[in-house]
């Protein structure tokens, strides 16, 4: 298939898309970006790559970073993971506070903020002050680049103004699913989702999970086959907050979407993706990545189902 | 791939969890079946099937039917049909009024009981006072089997112990999403829950969906391909009730299930798949029927991820 | 205490208010009430009544009827009657339904909906097929009046238009909350809702409560004096839906309101009260008529508090 | 009449229940009480006491201590009070946070855990860092007595153990409806929930709400009679948690109850009462402590309704 023509097709039909979304405003150092971009990056499991816009310009992965968290936790927990969190879809947004009292504490999936937060705190039970050392390793590793850091910027906007996430932590402590300090957690959990990549880096990273586990280029084995077909489904069910349906619906890929623009997602057995456009939808999702990878899956017949 | 193998060792392993199971005991005409029974057949594109247990013997299909209203709603209403019923998750059980209160009465997804009752209301007003007719005669042309029918006691168990319906009903209706009387619409829909099949009939019936929209044998078109994948996503994420997530991380394939003890399961562009066994889990999908996909897709290699 | 100069200083007071309210416009029959009216009576226990207004013209007295199908049941039931409805405020409306849920269909107290819905049931297991011709003589009795009868054309709009009211009692009957045809207890609910009094009877009507339960000029005993404080302990905490902590602390009395424009209050061991004005709050109760209960308690210092 | 006598019945007739109730255990310093105590103060107008059991020995206030910063908060800014927090019952306890949430972070009443907060956030906002002194010395003033202090061990146990507030203050933070630092709010919030007194002296305190808000024997007034009134309809409708309606329909008495194990109460224009017994009931209110009440007003007569 012409990727490349795929790609510029693509382009031409969002264009005007590219004025429509919001750019996330609840921090400072995110509402400065420039709305009317366009980036997208395509990996083959033998390393070509198929590239639109600038795609090594960096961005804030945010949400994005909950899957390669996740992805570790589950490498070191295994099953146990899921006595401190679930793994279904979370309904929408307005109960989530009541789902999650209701429920004893127990985020209903890790791609939640809830569900991110006690990933975090079970990251830094086993690595102690090194875990966002360790988290950052992580990602260099799958990245296959060391040149990968996170925005402090970022981080202490976050930190200022994050009074839910603590409000999230403080509730789950009570109900005894946070092991560490609340203040130890959340630092490490700001400072993950400020990490800064470039589309082609995000693709990159996410080659694993379309190749059963494997890096099909280091050959590195990151997870076993079956934990990294449940990270799939997990990204299909929930990696878009409450459009997670509306996105396996219309788009039909495993994806996980970040607040700063950026959407990964994966065909399995064939190709990792990355898209980037920072204006959002009223879900929180990139309102042009989403299109562009429904045009994406249209075009080519590549959807899962 | 030696088909009649996998399904003799899945026979073998799941024998443990027989006795494990719950039978819908809600109505008088579904608690009286027999507990220990396990039936699955494999419906292959080409007409091939693989069984294993009395694949002939017939069953309430109740939620099962969900797949088939609105599959005939969708190709009726297209993307109309969205205004009165959403494309997402629902989250768990216990709030299911407040967030369709929440929501004005437009439930979640048309495989949530409130979401059925809404495409039924909008198949009755296609169909007027024939609905149940057409509904029955589309379930007989996508199974291509003339010898379909409901289970009058099953229907009249429902109608009479189904006051939880009425109110799902009632409250749409007071936001405005039921056109139709209410009665009307609750008979419909619990006849078209009590209609009966056998684990062959509705394997063979789920063909087109693993077939982008045609019969393979047949060659009927029932939905276009883009609408076949949206309804194999839409099973993907809401067909388990608040097990749907688990369902997707474990078994890895659109599916649906019904409290009469069934699941049917597609693997696009390769099989069909209906499994029978009336022990319930607690979420009530079939519990030995889940573990059979399980093991169907860890033994294959399957799974859509 | 001068209560004509009283109620001549609150007449004029909330005269510019009589233009803000909204008139109930959920039923036909209701909307097109004349809003400009206000209507006050007071009785004291030896019978003198200060009025001002049109005190014998009629109006629906809506969610005023649950004081007196109360009343009865309580008579009736006694203490069993917590086994079916509780008597703490319900918060506010938003979770009315997930509130029913949680707790199992048994609803908060018997002056919301839900509750006087649980009421009327137990009315009709004690009363069969008389149900609402006793619950009108206990009217008339406590009236001491005859000419109380109820409005056909309320009560077939409501009946046409109640789909939530049946939302709710079909929950309850789901949980066995009900015990008889759903249809038969919405029927007497909403013909007790759309009986028709004037300010003067039911001002006259309230006497009782606020004499310790007995009618201070017939002598005839309602309720024992524990039973009446408890019903106006309701009142208080439970009688303007979720503007009844306001009501409580804006005017300091036991009352109960209706859509229809009425409110009752009493003073303990003083007076009964009754206010008429059409235009609602956004809490649905008469705007000018909890105005008005307020400068009277005011002007008069005759708050419970 | 008689209240010796009638305070020795009621301690003759709760003896049975005294080894009913439990001790509030979720800190350290408060679950060694010993359970079966009884103390029984009333103060009336004139300063005339009558008592039974050790009225010397000091408990933890707890949330009593809601009801003297409310009225110093009510004291300093008035009806602008209403825009930080509400006057309504909250309902019941599993969605008090949906409640925050849904209502945008304005808590309900300042007598639930978020309104106090709030109430202690805006006697920040004018005391800064000499908040809890001032607290203090209000309630010095009002108990007309220099000898009461904070107890260091309790505070110290609820600052370690107080997750779920934390979480209540950052989502209240988060819309932003706390203007102050989140630690040094709960600090004093905690610090006034752990002030110690004796039964005598929270009845003597309470004796300006029993006297239109003015020290009946000192003549300093504290607040208007209007204010009294209504912080005297706010512990009618909301002072005992989800038992609040409970309390009104079977003690009729304005009151507020703390974990500690002490209720006050007040009859207007007659006495102020506080009753200490540490074992608690379902809802979190002294057992022995509402039902002495409840004997109090059965035997009296005296309940406000």
Known sequence: MNYNLVLEEIQKEI???LKVGK????????KNVKKEQFVMCLHLLD???YTIGNVENKFSIQSISKVFTFTKALEIYG???????????????FNSLV??????GIPRNPFINAGAIVITDLLR???????????????????????????KEVYCSELESGYRNFALINMMKSFNNISNNVDDVIETYFKHCS????????????????????????????????????????????????????????????????VGGGIVAIIPNLMSICVYSPGLN??????????????FTSKTGLSIF
Chains 1, 2, 3, 4 share one sequence.
Not at 23 to 30: E, G, H, Q, T
Not at 99 to 104: K, R
Not at 282 to 295: C, I, R, Y
Request: charged share 20%; aromatic share 8%; hydrophobic share 35%.
């Open 47 to 49: 390393g070509t790559t």
């Open 125 to 151: 039970s086993a690595y102690k002050n090194n875990s966002f050392d360790k988290i950052l390793d992580f990602i260099q590793e799958i990245a296959d680049n060391k040149n990968i850091s996170y925005d």
């Open 195 to 258: 990490i800064s990549m470039s589309t082609r880096e995000l693709s990159r990273a996410m080659l694993f999970l379309a190749n059963q586990g494997t890096d099909p280029l280091t050959k590195k084995v990151f997870v076993s086959s079956s934990k990294a077909k449940r990270i799939n489904a997990l990204m299909l069910t929930c990696g878009h907050y409450d459009a997670s349906g509306d996105f396996a619906f219309h788009v039909g890929l495993p994806g996980k979407s970040g």
């Open 79 to 93: 099953k146990e993971l899921y006595k401190n969190v679930g793994h279904e879809p979370s309904g929408n947004a």
């Open 282 to 295: 009223a879900q929180g999702n990139s309102l042009v990545g989403t299109k562009a990878l429904e045009l």
């Open 15 to 17: 264009q005007p898309l």
């Open 99 to 104: 789902q999650l009292e209701h429920e004893n």
């Open 23 to 30: 750019v996330a405003d609840y921090i400072p150092a995110l």
